[in-house]
């Protein structure tokens, strides 16, 4: 069958690289299945993409902000239309479930129309003079062509969370998906494009991120960068975008706990750990992969987490009744293996899983049981680095001031989950989690569209994403003062 072929949208049109050249899309459940050939773009392709972004600035910055937001509601109601589609070649090129893919689809919904209305709310304030006959205030105006760079693991939730209030602030877009996941972001950008965006103002380049995302956090005409991705890459792009004073924000890794206190609800505990550290395969920057659980409940909590664990239906993600898909490549699958053997290594003990998987159709893809070592220690580098895949550390602890020092003794700080009844131990949680995100009897990785999203540490830098918060770094404040 022959692959179809898909363009850079710059200025309104899909064009090939410069270059000429192509990369492969390819499903990690089966990979004989090509799912799109894209543009391998390079610094060249960046720059028509940034000069098209750049002479479409004056004309979006000067259309009034809620008929911008008109476009993201529009392009909502297509989304939505087109749900089952957009969920199947998620699930195709990313792996994640279909019901999972379903959901993140939806979640894009949910920002398209949470942001269409975002430009329509008051965004100023006025503020009293000490002068008579002074009139002072604050409005809040775009920043200028910026630049979004994304990973592969939301590949439509995380370009819709930074396009949608990008736009609606009156900014001119040029993003970069992940190689691994483009599609689902081009037919985001597609419809975006179908609801009769002025050419310019959104432009999407493909490509590798030395090729085609370097270039662009490098370009002098970006004045802002918003970027989610590894926390490797986040700084390189810091060390760029602080040579010109450009704006930037870093969204990175994780190491998330969640803690189960004695007295917590034992299903609860497991529900929220299986649910966090193995659905998407573990390829959640808010995955929790440490447990960190008191010594009286531990024996209890484990053998349930292990039986549902082990019981978990891993296959084709495109089937309704599959529970956990692939990895995204084999990259990233021999990232696990290597922390499986890490583990073993430390003197940690596998209770479950870690065997690839390849009998059958199986065989075609990057599979890997969800594996729970136990007897993990604080300081030994399966607790302290991010693996990014179906692998889940367990440690034990005397009681919650050890909880709380184990959990916060790594250098991310994304999300932590406490599982607990005590009402005034889940409050001293939360003051002392070392985490943008705290959950209580919730896993660490559901987070909502409508209220800031971020971490602490080494996990995040600059603005938070998401909810009211994202204006503050797509927008720049103007103070006026006016005698009359
Ligand atoms: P990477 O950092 O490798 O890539 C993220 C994006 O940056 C991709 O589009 C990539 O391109 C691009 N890129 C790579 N190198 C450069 C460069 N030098 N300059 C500009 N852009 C570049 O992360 P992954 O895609 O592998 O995603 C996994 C990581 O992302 C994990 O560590 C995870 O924790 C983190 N993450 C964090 C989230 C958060 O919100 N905090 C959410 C999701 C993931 P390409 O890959 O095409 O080469």
Known sequence: MSVPTHGNLIDGAWVPARGGATFDDVNPADTSDVVGRLPASEAADVDDAVRAATRALPGWARTPAPVRGRHLLRAAQAVERRLPELADLLSREEGKTIAEARGEVTRAVRILEYFGGERARPSGSVIPSERERVFMYTKRQPLGVVALVTPWNFPIAIPAWKTAPALVCG?????????????????????????DLPPGVLNVVFGSGPDAGAPLVAHPGVRAVSFTGSDVVGREIAQVTARRLARLQ????????????????????????????????????????????????LPEFLDRLVARTAALRI????????????????????????YLDLGRQEGARLVTGGERLTEG????????????????LP??????????????AVLEVDGFDQAVQVANAVRFGLSATICTRDLARALDYVERAEAGMVMVNLPSAGVEFQIPFGGL??????????GPAAAEFFTETKTVYMKY
């Open 361 to 376: 159709a199986l065989g075609r893809g990057h599979f890997l049981r969800p594996a729970i070592f136990t007897g993990v």
């Open 171 to 195: 900014n001119t877009v040029v993003l970069k998906p992940a190689e691994q996941a483009p599609l689902t972001a081009l037919r985001l950008c597609e419809i975006l494009q179908e609801t």
């Open 379 to 392: 300081d030994s580098r399966l607790a302290q680095e991010e693996v990014f895949g179906p692998l889940l």
């Open 315 to 338: 296959g084709d993600p495109r089937q309704a009744e599959t529970q956990m898909g692939p990895a995204i490549d084999a990259a990233q699958l021999e990232t696990t293996l290597r």
């Open 250 to 297: 870093l969204e990175m890794g994780g190491k998330n706990p969640t803690v189960v206190l004695a007295d917590a609800d034992v299903d609860t505990a497991v529900e929220c750990t299986l649910n966090a550290a193995f659905y998407s395969t573990g390829q959640r920057c808010t995955a929790t992969s440490r447990a960190v659980v008191e010594k009286a409940i």
């Open 457 to 466: 540490k080494d996990s995040s830098s600059g603005a938070r994403e998401q």
